[in-house]
Structures are given as C-alpha cells and as structure tokens.
C-alpha cells in the first residue's frame, strides 16, 4: 500500500524558515518524480514545486521561486522542502504528491501538513 | 503561463441529473489534463488523465473529454458521495496548474 506521510508543518513568524518531509513507503520511491501541492484556507489547490525521480531537475512555481527548495534522498525514501523568508501567504496545508507515469499528474497525496505564518 | 480556467464555479443538481464542468486552458496542451475529486476534509482523488483515461478503481459515471484548448468532466448520473470540488490540472510542461475548483452540491 503506498504510503505518504508529512510532517514539520508548524506556526512560524513571517520571514521565518521551516523544512517539510514527506516519508513515502509502499512503491520504489526513487522512481517517480514527486511534488508539493498546497491548499490555503478554503481556497483551492496550488501546485508549489516537483522534483524528477532522480533529483537532478527540480521544478517552482513563480509564488515560491527562490525561496523554497525541494530536493529527495532516495536512499531515506524521503521528500523535502525547505521554505525561507515565509509570508503569511504561504499559510496553507502542504501535500506531498507522488506522479504517476512521469507527467507530473498525482496518483497517491499525503494527509498533508500545516505551515502556518503569522506574528 | 498558462492558466486554466473551470466553469461553472458551483452548481446544484439533483441526484439523477447530468452534470458537465468545462477546463478551459489559456493555450493548447494537447491531451496533458488530469481531473481530481476532493471530498470535504479529503484528500484529493485522480479520476482521469490524458483528457479522458479513467483512473483504476473510479466510478464509470465519470468520463472526460477534450483536447487542445476545451475539456469537460461529465458525470452521468449524480450521487450523494460525489459532493466535492472538481479540479482540473495541466501537465504538458511546468507550472503545472489547476484550475480553480467547482463545488458540486446536490440539490
């Protein structure tokens, strides 16, 4: 059973940092891009960045370009994403996403995790 | 970029009832259109690629359509469980973008 578990969602003052981690399990992690899809509020969803199966090409949507980074270790079975200079705007729950067949639809999403900015 | 745009941003309809939700892209993206199923306090479900290709597992009722600008998401026969909003996704090349989302409620 394909498995993707996120976690380091917290509350963070604007201009803070904070990393993502997204466990996955139950499929060969190393060969399938992922990505990171959020959801503000009540609002719809927002694909953020994506990553290729072996991390050599990453992937941002304008919104984040520059300050997060998404990279994997697919030794750990493991995705990251490391947001700096956080806005309130980026307040939102973070799904992990796995694609799948190479074309960066999704096929399995995480429970997500909540980043919250605010003073 | 690219952007898409669904159409009707909500909807009422009674069980029984056929419904159609439109994606329109701002350019061509040939077949590269996926559609999601997000249930309140959900996840968000695949229900079809390439325009048309039924996810495993997803119920017939739903079929896609479309190609270059113009797509749709039919649901032929409207259920209780299909309360959620409908989003479309382009995947021909990045940003990868959804649309904005159609809410659909039962009347």
């Known amino acids: 059973e394909v498995q993707l578990v996120e976690s380091g969602g917290d509350l963070v003052q604007p201009g803070g940092s904070l990393r993502l981690s997204c466990v996955a399990s139950?499929?060969?992690?190393?060969?399938?891009?992922m990505s990171w899809v959020r959801q503000a509020p009540g609002k719809g969803l927002e694909w953020v960045s994506g990553?290729?199966?072996?991390?050599?090409?990453?992937y941002y949507a304008d919104s984040v370009k520059g300050r997060f980074t998404i990279s994997r270790d697919n030794s750990k079975d493991t995705l990251y994403l490391q947001m700096n200079s956080l806005r309130a705007e980026d307040t939102a729950v973070y799904y992990c996403?796995?694609?799948?067949?190479?074309?960066?639809?999704?096929?399995?999403w995480g429970q997500g995790t909540l980043v919250t900015v605010s003073s | 970029d690219i952007q898409m745009t669904q159409s009707p941003s909500s909807l009422s309809a009674s069980v029984g009832d056929r419904v159609t939700i439109t994606c329109r892209a701002s350019?061509?993206?040939?077949?590269?259109l996926a559609w999601y199923q997000q249930k309140p306090g959900k996840v968000p479900k695949l229900l079809i690629y390439t325009a048309s290709t039924l996810q495993s597992g997803v119920p017939s009722r739903f079929s896609g359509s479309g190609s270059g600008t113009d797509f749709t998401l039919t649901i032929s026969s409207l259920q209780p469980e299909d309360v959620a909003t409908y989003y479309c996704q382009k995947y021909n090349s990045a940003p990868w973008t959804f649309g904005q989302g159609t809410k659909v409620e039962i009347k």
């Open positions: 990553i290729s199966h072996s991390g050599i090409n990453t």
């Open positions: 350019q061509g993206i040939s077949n590269y």
């Open positions: 139950g499929f060969t992690f190393s060969g399938y891009a």
């Open positions: 996403a796995k694609d799948h067949t190479g074309l960066y639809y999704f096929d399995y």
